[in-house]
């Protein structure tokens, strides 16, 4: 596998993004749109706020994943992992990881501490991953960290 370099997302990765999304629910067109909307802050998650950011992690001239997140009063949380995805042939090689790693730091730049993600509960695999990192259940959707300080060095 070549080297994996992360980078703040800009526009020109919005189709990557939503290529990814949408290998797994909705189409492209969809995705585009509601990345673009959630990065030029026009798209708003219930009790969203506006400090938001985007990670990609790119291997060459592809992207392979990417995180994003924002700031937000969502059960009580100071944020929120809106979206994590790897493409499969990267899955399990430490780029969710990382990715998660850049997004907890952003976070803990900003002063949030408490930090939710929505898992269906049948995700087993993301709930494994959320939880090795030091997420717990906050409810039957919704997993927390209450330090997202937690998710950093965890691999």
């Not at 509960?121 to 300080?149: M, Q």
């Amino acid at each position: 596998m070549a080297s994996v370099l992360y980078r703040p997302a800009d526009r020109s990765d919005i189709p990557g993004m939503a290529q990814i999304r949408a290998a797994n629910w909705e189409q492209e067109d969809y995705w585009r749109n509601r990345i673009a909307r959630y990065m030029d802050c026009e798209h708003h998650p219930q009790q969203a706020l506006m400090p938001r950011v985007v990670y990609v992690a790119m291997e060459g001239n592809s992207l392979v994943g990417f995180v994003a997140g924002h700031l937000t009063r969502r059960y009580g949380c100071d944020g929120e992992l809106e979206w994590i995805n790897v493409v499969p042939a990267s899955r399990g090689s430490g780029v969710a990881s990382k990715l998660l790693e850049l997004l907890a730091r952003w976070f803990a730049e900003q002063k949030a501490c408490s930090i939710c993600v929505n898992v269906e509960p049948g995700n087993r695999t993301a709930r494994r991953f959320y939880t090795r990192h030091g997420a717990e259940n906050l409810n039957e959707y919704w997993l927390v960290w209450h330090n997202i300080k937690a998710a950093l060095g965890r691999r």
